[in-house]
């Protein structure tokens, strides 16, 4: 079992960037794909970045392909999400997971969640 807790979070102007983080204990991150979501407010839990094991294989969804990279330190039992140009739309928690089988995309892939982390972008 892996236990993930977030960190970075906050409020920042549009066009800024954030650097989110999610810090793993209890087993090794790489035997583990890492999921980022995120859930504004009204909203479902939307996709946002995965990395696999390894950091070999990265997946983002359109909305932020481009603004947003993941990234793992795995002797650091660590993974990040680097994020620029914010809009106001990215208002939202974000959560980090760890999971080992199904799709990248889904949140039902991923066994392990974080609390999340709450990322404000003002206009």
């Known amino acids: 079992q892996v236990q993930v807790v977030e960190s970075g979070g906050g409020l920042v102007q549009t066009g800024g960037s954030l650097r989110l983080s999610c810090a793993a204990s209890g087993r090794t991150l790489s035997m583990y794909r890492i999921g980022w979501f995120r859930q504004g407010p009204g909203k479902r839990r939307e996709f946002v970045a995965a990395s696999s094991g390894s950091g070999d294989n990265t997946y983002y969804p359109d909305s932020v392909k481009g603004r947003f990279t993941i990234s793992r330190d795995n002797a650091k039992n660590t993974v990040y999400l680097q994020m620029n140009s914010l809009k106001p739309e990215d208002t939202a928690v974000y959560y980090c997971?760890?999971?080992?089988?199904?799709?990248?995309?889904?949140?039902?892939?991923?066994?392990?969640w974080g609390q999340g982390t709450q990322v404000t972008v003002s206009s």
């Open positions: 997971a760890a999971g080992s089988k199904g799709l990248v995309s889904l949140s039902d892939s991923y066994d392990y």
